[in-house]
């Protein structure tokens, strides 16, 4: 099995503690919402911590398709989480699985600056498909920006 990881950085003007109440503990509820596509995300195992698999089924091309999603970690106090897309669309079939270790950090002016580093565990000496690794960070940084804009978009939000 071969490891590929990519870094990615960005930042938001919502403070950390916030933006991660919002990105990982209110995402299943907020992510209908402000994103078209997404339909549902449903838990099919678990109860929200480590070791939850989640559905999250969605739109597109006009087929209704779905990623599974493993928590793998969550630590509030250091506003890390870790998760793994498993199975669904979101695995290609030299793919094992791809993990995803996202820290927030006190940024500029009361902002978040948001770390990932994402590894791709693809089967045998599989290489990821550059389009696949492209698409996929564009997709994540568009959820990303979508729950930001719903807390700054609802100043209440706790």
């Known amino acids: 099995m071969g490891v590929f990881t990519y870094e990615n950085d960005t930042t938001s003007t919502v403070p950390p503690a916030k933006l991660f109440k919002a990105v990982v503990h209110d995402a299943d509820l907020i992510v209908p919402k402000v994103v078209d596509s997404i339909k549902t995300v449903e838990i099919l195992e678990g109860n929200g911590g480590p070791g939850?698999?989640?559905?999250?089924?969605?739109?597109?091309?006009?087929?209704?398709?779905?990623?599974?999603?493993?928590?793998?970690?969550?630590?509030?106090a250091k506003f890390e989480y870790n998760y793994s897309i498993v199975g669904g669309v979101g695995i290609s079939d030299i793919v094992e699985k791809i993990s995803f270790e996202a820290k927030l950090f006190e940024g500029p002016n009361g902002g978040s600056v948001g770390k990932m580093i994402v590894k791709y565990h693809t089967k045998g000496d599989a290489k990821p498909i550059e389009k696949e690794v492209e698409e996929g960070k564009a997709k994540g940084d568009a959820l990303f920006k979508a729950i930001e804009a719903y807390v700054l978009a609802n100043p209440n939000y706790n």
């Open 52 to 76: 939850t698999v989640k559905k999250l089924t969605f739109v597109e091309g006009g087929q209704t398709l779905y990623v599974l999603h493993k928590v793998e970690a969550i630590d509030d």
